[in-house]
């Protein structure tokens, strides 16, 4: 999926087409006002915009710790979510892997409404001990990246504009919890994402962290891996978007070689057309750990 995209584009680049983001006066870094780019579905939808600034002020006044206030969704918001879940149902079955499905069942998320970020976060916190924490849009990388090794996920709750339901150029609640949100249900994928934010906390030099992103972008965010002979996605980019599920189907797929992608540059405003592909999703499992690990 596009939304994501950009939040990592900013780890890659320092140049955003499409958002800007100004830190606010909390220490941490998380309170971020995003302004939207003209070519933003809701640019010209003074409702939407008012919304989507409504909900992110929630983020905006939470303390980091405290329970996270519900957000007052519109009967049009969870129609939207509904609509995406609609058109993901059978790309999951299809080229989901079996640890998505499983934690999928095991989250039992609503389809008929947005959940909330609190339920969902106390769902994940009994499985896998990670806890979502609200974030008004996107944040300085190396802030959202860092709070992965404290079991936090820092979670955008507004959704997308309603004109543009299977695409959104910026992180909304249907990627976080479709993607982010499930797979860190699953243990080993949890122990994975703190991992990153350890190797991120001993990374200083500047080019070393683009080298981490890029291992985050092809494997957490745009991974696959073969299950009983078939592609199957684990990467939150991929099962949160109907779009992806079908453009992985075209991608080229290269063995996964870390040191290959942590090289490899990619384009945040296409479809991804070069995957990295793991012999299983243990062998992912224990590939990612043992680099992270080892990191720098
Ligand atoms: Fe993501």
């Given at each position: ?25 909390s220490?941490e870094?998380r309170r ?22 409504a909900i992110a002020q929630i983020a905006l006044d939470y303390e980091p710790g405290s329970p996270i206030p519900d957000a007052p969704y ?33 989250l ?6 947005i959940p909330q970020l609190r339920e969902v976060s106390e769902k994940v916190q009994a499985l896998?001990g990670f806890r979502l924490e609200p974030v008004g ?10 709070s992965?090794?404290d079991g936090v996920f820092l979670s955008t709750q507004y ?14 609640v249907?990627?976080e919890l479709?993607?982010?949100a499930?797979?860190l ?112």
């Amino acid at each position: 999926m596009l939304q994501e995209q950009q939040l990592l584009s900013e780890i890659i680049s320092e140049a955003s087409p499409l958002t800007e983001a100004l830190p606010l006066s909390s220490p941490e870094g998380r309170r971020t006002l995003v302004k939207l780019d003209p070519d933003h579905p809701g640019f010209r939808d003074p409702a939407y915009r008012a919304r989507r600034n409504a909900i992110a002020q929630i983020a905006l006044d939470y303390e980091p710790g405290s329970p996270i206030p519900d957000a007052p969704y519109t009967e049009e918001e969870h129609g939207l979510w509904g609509i995406v879940r609609s058109a993901l149902r059978p790309q999951h079955q299809s080229h989901a892997c079996a640890e998505y499905l499983e934690c999928v069942e095991r989250l039992d998320l609503p389809c008929d409404r947005i959940p909330q970020l609190r339920e969902v976060s106390e769902k994940v916190q009994a499985l896998s001990g990670f806890r979502l924490e609200p974030v008004g849009g996107l944040v300085e990388p190396r802030v959202f990246l860092e709070s992965l090794a404290d079991g936090v996920f820092l979670s955008t709750q507004y959704i997308r504009h309603y004109s543009t339901p299977l695409y959104t150029p910026e992180p909304d609640v249907v990627h976080e919890l479709l993607g982010h949100a499930v797979l860190l249900a699953n243990e080993p994928m949890a122990e994975l994402n703190r991992l990153v934010g350890e190797a991120v906390r001993r990374t200083t030099s500047e080019e070393a962290l683009e080298r981490l992103a890029r291992v985050y972008w092809f494997t957490i965010e745009f991974g696959v891996l073969m299950e009983a002979g078939e592609v199957k996605a684990y990467g939150t980019g991929l099962v949160s978007s109907a779009g992806e599920l079908d453009a992985m189907q075209r991608a080229e797929l290269r063995t996964l070689d870390l040191e290959a992608a942590a090289r490899q540059e990619f384009d945040t405003t296409t479809y991804q057309p070069i995957l990295f592909c793991a012999d299983s999703f243990e062998s992912m499992y224990q590939t990612l750990r043992d680099y992270l690990i080892r990191w720098p």
